[in-house]
């Protein structure tokens, strides 16, 4: 399956009281699954309302959101089924353990298979043997592992992560951004992923700069970002 996401022509802005904040111009991109993103800019230069319009979970104040899937356009509601997502503070739930907190969204769908499909997604980011533990038993690294094994089961086509990475160390960082870009590869899945870190940018497939609503649109180098083992 190949998917896309098109913003088109998007403008945005936020009112607070009498207070206008703008945030994009004529903003233009288009995102295919299969490839990695980085978002980069400056703190409140937008970044998180961006992968929220891009997710199609807000609407821009106007402009257009279109989603594509295998040739055919499809309603924004499938764009955000299709979508997964990682945060910065893992957000699992403190009274399930890995495996549930991994599984719950296909429970949640009726999926009788959840549990076995949960086991596979922990076996793959590497905590087969922390299953049973809940999320405060486990490191900063191994909550963000968990996070990504629950964003993936529900066979998404977009990931956005949102500094996914901002809470962990630089070594477990990078493991956990390798492990994400793996994944994503692996299973042809598009990744958005925003950071502080042109470490981690850098290995995206493109780069994209926000600064003063306008978005630089930068390709990488492919073969770098081929590089490493796959999940
Ligand atoms: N729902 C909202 N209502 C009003 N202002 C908002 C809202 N969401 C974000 N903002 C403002 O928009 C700007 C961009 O926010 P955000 O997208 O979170 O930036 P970033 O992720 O790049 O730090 C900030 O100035 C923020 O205060
Ligand atoms: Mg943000």
């Known amino acids: 399956m190949s998917s896309s996401i098109n913003l088109k022509q998007i403008d945005h802005h936020f009112t607070a009281g009498k207070q206008r904040i703008s945030l994009f111009r004529n903003l233009n991109i288009e995102l295919f699954s299969g490839h990695s993103y980085a978002v980069v800019g400056p703190s409140g230069a937008g970044k998180s309302s961006l992968l929220l319009l891009m997710a199609g979970l807000e609407r821009p104040v106007s402009g257009k959101v279109q989603f594509q899937n295998n040739g055919e356009q499809q309603l924004l509601k499938n764009l955000r089924q299709s979508s997964g997502f990682i945060f910065q503070q893992f957000h699992l739930l403190p009274e399930l353990d890995a495996l549930n907190n991994v599984a719950l969204p296909l429970k949640l769908k ?95 497939d493109t780069l994209l700069q926000l600064s003063q609503g306008k978005l630089a649109v930068k390709p990488r180098n492919k073969a770098a970002a081929m590089a490493g083992p796959l999940c």
């Open 110 to 204: 009726g999926d009788k298979h959840a549990l076995s499909i949960a086991e596979l997604w922990l076996d793959k980011v590497g905590l087969s043997n922390r299953m049973y533990h809940k999320p405060q038993q486990l490191s900063g690294g191994e909550q963000q592992r968990v996070a990504i094994a629950r964003a993936f089961v529900m066979k998404p086509e977009f990931i956005f992560a949102d500094e996914p990475t901002g809470n962990l160390d630089e070594k477990t960082a990078q493991h956990i951004a390798q492990l994400m870009f793996d994944c994503c590869r692996q299973s042809g899945v598009g990744l958005v992923l925003v950071t502080h870190s042109m470490e981690l940018a850098e290995q995206a």
